[in-house]
């Protein structure tokens, strides 16, 4: 339910949404598939972690990357110069984060709070 909220806000946007998925298996094989320009990936899966599935896309390559969770205190202690956003957020820090994350190969992380 949440993914296809993002999904929509992220449509209003002016992006394109290749896929939702709600675990890791589904979210690595949809990278794989749509070979997206971004993955925003919700830290904790239904089954299984995003956090886990993010490394095992990026064997492949880099793809930039955003970890969204309601306790980024966790992401950031696993991936402390990874773009991360705290649920709940609005717009304006979603894109903002988004820009960050498609920089962040070029700049250090800058973390957007709710």
Request: charged content about 25%; glycine content about 8%; proline content about 5%.
């Amino acid at each position: 339910m949440i993914g296809m909220l993002m999904a929509e806000m992220l449509e209003e946007m002016g992006y394109d949404v290749c896929a939702i998925e709600a675990t890791e298996a589904d979210a690595v094989a949809s990278a794989r598939r749509c070979e997206p320009d971004l993955m925003i990936v919700d830290a904790r899966l239904g089954d299984g972690s995003g956090i886990a599935a993010v490394e095992e896309i990026l064997r492949r390559g880099f793809v930039p990357h955003l970890y969204v969770s309601g306790d980024i205190s966790h992401v950031k202690a696993l991936k402390p110069d990874a773009a991360m956003i705290q649920k709940p957020f609005r717009e304006p820090g979603l894109a903002l984060a988004i820009q960050n994350a498609l920089g962040s190969w070029r700049r250090p992380c800058l973390e957007i709070g709710a």
